[in-house]
């Protein structure tokens, strides 16, 4: 059988059958969530190449092929989390280097580098990446590693995927992207110039909350040996059923989006619109100042949409839990819509001058738009905004 996962077919044909072939013994179209933690041996050593679990398991193999074929990589090496994958790809690196990051990464990133990587050495500095001045000074002193996000949590930030790509390896270091809010389908930075793109597949790749994972994905031999090499040696990896899970979740990757996309632009305008709004943040509007470069990088502009109510915090919080349909809760990319007000709940960590400086008001709320009718998310937010200013 041709390999349906070749890059000459189109996105859906490999979310569906990239790096997947019906199993050899029954024909099942899935492939078997391979529940064991050994394999028997013909002879001492002699073996079909699986040993152990932790260093290989067919559900977990193909997981990575069906990432590595939609994210135009060659390699994919999957983790028990987000983080962990974040962590395997910062453990390529040794006490002294220096890492460059972006300055709205992901809080858990952030707390990772600050808080553990830095005990073990590791340097850090943190860079506003929609400047692209600010990343050439940044590259002035040596970094071993740039790690951004485009667009970023909560403000959708968006960075220059392609320069800022180049100007980290133009500085001999490796550029990293942390591609989930975007999704292999709205997004590919390897074909952008990044070294590797990481994902929390607990997000739009899993889709359906039910499942935590993480991936890193390259098209460098040398530095997917390397993470395979840390994969095996660190242990944090996926349970076969994650990887079941979320390998169902990619198939319909492509219809999840283009309606998220659908009902987030129609979102975005309706709270554009709405007297008690200030501002939304959503990189399909053409207020936004990354839109060019997210026209230009992105398929489509996803569906995470945040905008700044025009009221204090009370108010934003009360707004918050008035909505029904709208799930109050952290998380993002499944099928349900959730709502998150960042200063009490995934960002209550950031110190509300820090916040405040870079425009993360008291009342901003984030939207993850899911899948339910339009009319009825509408229509929730309608009547939370009634409720939330009676
Ligand atoms: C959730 C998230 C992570 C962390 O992933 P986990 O699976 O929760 O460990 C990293 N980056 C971004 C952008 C995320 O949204």
Request: aromatic share 6%; hydrophobic share 45%.
């Amino acid at each position: 059988m041709a390999d349906a996962g070749d890059t000459n077919h189109g996105f859906s044909t490999r979310a569906i059958h990239g790096g997947q072939h019906p199993d050899p013994t029954t024909g099942a179209v899935m492939p078997p969530v391979y529940l064991t933690s050994t394999y028997v041996q013909e002879a001492p050593g002699v073996h079909k190449g699986y040993e152990y679990s932790r260093s290989q398991n067919p559900t977990r193999e193909a997981l990575e092929a069906s990432v590595a074929s939609i994210e135009g990589g060659t390699h994919a090496v999957a983790f028990a989390s987000g983080l962990a994958a974040t962590h395997g790809v910062l453990s390529m690196l040794d006490a002294g280097d220096r890492v460059v990051i972006g300055h709205d990464v992901y809080g858990g990133t952030y707390r990772l580098l600050d808080q553990v990587m830095r005990r073990q050495g590791l340097l850090f500095d943190v860079v506003d990446t929609t400047d692209l001045a600010a990343v050439d000074a940044a590259l002035a002193t040596p970094a071993a590693l740039v790690w951004f996000e485009s667009p970023t949590n909560p403000l959708l930030h968006v960075s220059d995927v392609a320069a800022v790509c180049a100007k980290a390896k133009a500085a001999g270091a490796i550029a990293v992207v942390d591609n989930t809010f975007a999704t292999p389908y709205l997004q590919n930075p390897l074909a952008l110039g990044a070294d590797i793109v990481v994902h929390s597949t607990t997000k739009y790749l899993g889709g359906h909350s039910d499942v935590v994972g993480g991936i890193a994905v390259t098209a460098d031999d040398a530095l997917a040996g390397r993470l395979r090499f840390l994969q095996n040696a660190i242990g944090a990896i996926p349970g076969p059923l994650d990887c079941f899970l979320v390998l169902r979740g990619i198939k319909t990757l492509a219809v999840r989006l283009e309606r998220c996309c659908d009902s987030a632009e129609t979102v975005a305008a309706w709270l554009a619109a709405h007297p008690r709004v200030n501002r939304v943040f959503y990189p399909g509007r053409e207020d936004h100042p990354g839109h060019d470069v997210a026209k230009a990088q992105m398929r489509r502009f996803g569906g995470m949409v945040s905008f700044d109510l025009d009221a204090d915090l009370e108010t934003a919080r009360h707004l918050a839990s008035e909505t029904h349909l709208f799930a109050l809760a952290e998380s993002l990319g499944g099928v349900e819509s959730l709502l998150d007000h960042p200063a009490s709940m995934t960002h209550g960590a950031v110190p509300r001058a820090e916040r405040l400086k870079h425009g993360f008001t008291d009342g901003l709320l984030r939207l993850s738009v899911g899948l339910e009718d339009l009319d009825d998310l509408v229509g929730d937010l309608e009547q939370a905004f009634d409720k939330a200013f009676a």
